[in-house]
């Protein structure tokens, strides 16, 4: 839609400018006519006034004006009573011998010099103490077809502009149309390899459990009333409840979030969260505290916001194997919730910190690599934003942003 709007634009402005080249230039002639018109009708006041002043008419001899290549005064018998060149002065017109001729209505006319070039004639009967002559004044072109030579060539420059805008305009969408497939071959490939990423992770994670099943169930089915078959079982269990996490995390991931939102207290979610927490927190040695205001309402899913805060405090504990203190805190900011997650485990070594929230990027052993992707994905769908900031060997905080119910 956008690309078929800025076409039509396009066309719109060329056909505007082609327009304006165009009436500017059938205008330049009536314009140049008029132009003459007006100089000539000003020049035969000026030689009237002259004639009119001087009846000898030898004023007229030095009345040289730049636009008049020559003029003259021809009485009613046809004979020069005035001619710029001396030598015709009491003449008969084009050399026949002399009659009566009647006076001349005004007129004008474009005529051809003796050196060729083309000038514009006007004549007009003017009156010298009392005696009625016709003036016939020849004048000159130049800045008149100097009017018609510009417009002509604004006409040109205009057209040249508007070829050149729409063939840069067509090179440059060519252009953009490459990039824009060359932008969509890479996000292809890269899916691709991501696709390849995620098959060799679900390989991997699949077939270890898968294995132990296949194991431990030959084992049972060999000696099934061994003693030892219990512990087998359980193994069992505990390998398929590992491959059921991870068809649910995928499944989480690839899940489109729920429009529907809700204003809820933080609070009770927070206690909700570390009570699910505390019996691996207890088990590792690890302290977990918890702030939040009780009036503090969040605007979103509860539940996909709750699996969220699940699935970063288990990333805070195996940080930290060795004991610890996980952190988690609540507190206004404007019109958001601002959530920390803190641990002071491991950390994240640099070169990881720009990857974690990419989905099956795990440095783990026996991880997917859907955790942080997951929490990311689910933040984003409530209208928030999640950040991560780390220091190896320190510790991390995850900080979440959530709209608060209004």
């Not at 009436?23 to 006034?49: F, H, M, Q, V």
């Not at 060729?116 to 020849?138: C, I």
């Not at 916001?305 to 060795?322: F, R, T, V």
């Amino acid at each position: 839609m956008f690309k078929k709007a800025i076409l039509l634009l396009g066309l719109a402005v060329t056909c505007c400018l082609l327009w304006f080249a165009v009436y500017d230039y059938r205008e330049a002639g009536p314009i140049a006519r008029e132009n003459l018109r007006g100089l000539a009708l000003s020049l035969t006041t000026a030689i009237e006034k002259l004639a009119a002043n001087d009846p000898s008419l030898e004023t007229l001899h030095s009345f040289h004006p730049p636009d008049v290549a020559y003029f003259t005064l021809v009485d009613r018998r046809g004979v020069y009573r005035f001619h710029s060149n001396r030598d015709l002065v009491g003449t008969p017109v084009d050399g026949r011998s002399a009659k009566e001729v009647p006076l001349l209505t005004r007129s004008e006319t474009r005529v051809t010099l003796g050196t060729g070039e083309r000038a514009y004639q006007f004549a007009s009967p003017v009156t010298v103490r009392g005696e009625p002559l016709v003036l016939v004044l020849t004048l000159h072109t130049y800045r008149a077809d100097a009017v018609v030579r510009r417009a002509r060539l604004n006409m040109t420059i205009v057209l040249m502009l508007v070829v050149m805008g729409w063939l840069l305009s067509f090179g440059l969408a060519r252009y953009a149309r490459r990039d824009e497939r060359h932008r969509e071959e890479l996000a292809r490939r890269e899916a691709l390899a991501k696709l390849g990423e995620m098959g060799a992770v679900l390989a991997h994670e699949i077939r270890n459990p898968l294995a132990g099943i296949k194991g431990f169930a030959q084992v049972i089915a060999a000696k099934p009333q061994e003693s030892r078959n219990a512990a087998f079982a359980q193994s069992i269990v505990t390998e398929a409840v590992r491959l059921e996490s991870l068809v649910n995390d995928l499944l989480a991931y690839a899940a489109n979030e729920p429009e529907a939102r809700e204003d809820f207290p933080l609070a009770p979610l927070f206690a909700q969260t570390v009570s699910l927490l505390q019996p691996d927190a207890r088990a590792q040695g690890v302290g977990v505290t918890w702030r939040c205001p009780d009036d503090l309402l969040v605007h979103g899913k509860r539940d996909r916001i709750e699996q969220a805060l699940l699935n970063l405090g288990h990333n805070a504990l195996q940080a930290m194997p060795d004991g610890g203190l996980l952190q988690l805190l609540a507190e206004r900011s404007g019109r958001d919730a601002v959530i920390s997650i803190r641990d002071n485990g491991s950390g994240i070594a640099e070169e990881h910190r720009q990857q974690v929230f990419d989905p099956f990027f795990t440095t783990k052993s026996r991880g997917t690599g859907l955790g942080l992707a997951l929490c990311k994905k689910i933040v984003e769908a409530n209208s928030g934003s999640i950040t991560l900031q780390s220091r190896e060997g320190e510790g991390t905080v995850v900080t979440l942003t959530l709209p608060r119910a209004r």
